[in-house]
């Protein structure tokens, strides 16, 4: 029998699977960065025209906010941002491992190396731009979030969610889009300048989907929070913790 220690009950089955979520979207939104997504609109949007353009890892990614605002709403601030940041190391575990089964030698009865390189192998100002686009605006989700509970207790989730998420998107949009097309390809030579015109458009284009997929998710988010606080008897996470 031990002295002078706690017992600590093991995480529950809502909180591994909240974690998992979120680690799961962030390496599906690493590998399906290099496809191009075009969504056709029925009427033509100023910088957009008739259609939204954006990575496929915005799909992916957007399930990162939604995990993340039901983890602070359950665990609170400090579990919320440890998850955010131990999960940001995780992004280059993932890119090691890709990188380095790129550089391993393919067996004859493999698919072309080339082709496995293109669509795996994210370059470097996609790296770049991605990285320093989730740590800022996950941290900030997680900050705004708790900074409006301070304000409005249990009540108004669906306001944190949607203005934490609405704010740290466009942080992520602004952040990913200028690093990855413009300033990484200028400063370091790698990938392609776009002009103005086009980098509007692909932050227009990714930040409306994001907007709309934020506001979508609301009632998933209350769903969520609420079946494990009936489930688990679990207490609203106080905002400091």
């Given at each position: 029998m031990t002295t002078g220690s706690s017992i600590r009950a093991p995480p529950s089955a809502a909180q591994v699977g909240l974690i998992g979520l979120f680690v799961t979207a962030l390496v599906t939104a690493q590998l399906t960065a290099s496809k191009v997504l075009a969504f056709?609109?029925?009427?033509?949007?100023?910088?957009?025209?008739?259609?939204?353009?954006l990575p496929g890892a915005a799909l992916?990614?957007?399930?990162?906010?939604?995990?993340?605002?039901?983890?602070?709403?359950?665990?609170?601030?400090?579990?919320?941002?440890?998850?955010?940041?131990?999960?940001f190391v995780m992004n280059f575990v993932v890119l090691a491992l890709v990188w380095s089964t790129i550089a391993a030698p393919a067996d004859a009865t493999s698919i072309d190396p080339g082709m496995f390189a293109d669509v795996l192998g994210?370059?470097?100002?996609?790296v770049l731009g991605s990285l320093l686009a989730y740590l800022v605006s996950q941290n900030w989700d997680v900050v705004v979030f708790h900074r409006i509970?301070?304000?409005?207790?249990?009540?108004?989730?669906?306001?944190?969610?949607?203005?934490?998420t609405a704010s740290?998107?466009?942080?992520?949009?602004?952040?990913?889009?200028?690093?990855?097309?413009?300033?990484?390809?200028?400063?370091?030579?790698?990938?392609?300048?776009?002009?103005?015109?086009?980098?509007?458009?692909?932050?227009?284009?990714?930040?409306?989907?994001?907007?709309?997929?934020?506001?979508?998710?609301?009632?998933?988010?209350?769903a969520v929070v609420h079946l494990v606080r009936s489930r688990d008897g679990l207490e609203v996470a106080e905002a400091t913790t």
């Open positions: 056709p609109l029925p009427v033509d949007l100023p910088l957009t025209g008739a259609e939204l353009v992916a990614y957007a399930l990162t906010f939604l995990a993340s605002d039901c983890y602070a709403e359950l665990y609170g601030r400090r579990a919320a941002q440890i998850v955010v940041n131990v999960a994210a370059s470097t100002n996609i509970r301070e304000y409005t207790g249990r009540e108004k989730l669906w306001l944190r969610n949607i203005a934490s740290s998107q466009a942080i992520d949009t602004v952040i990913f889009v200028a690093i990855a097309f413009a300033i990484a390809p200028a400063i370091l030579g790698v990938g392609v300048v776009l002009g103005l015109e086009t980098l509007l458009a692909l932050m227009v284009g990714q930040y409306l989907l994001k907007l709309g997929i934020a506001v979508l998710d609301t009632p998933i988010v209350y």
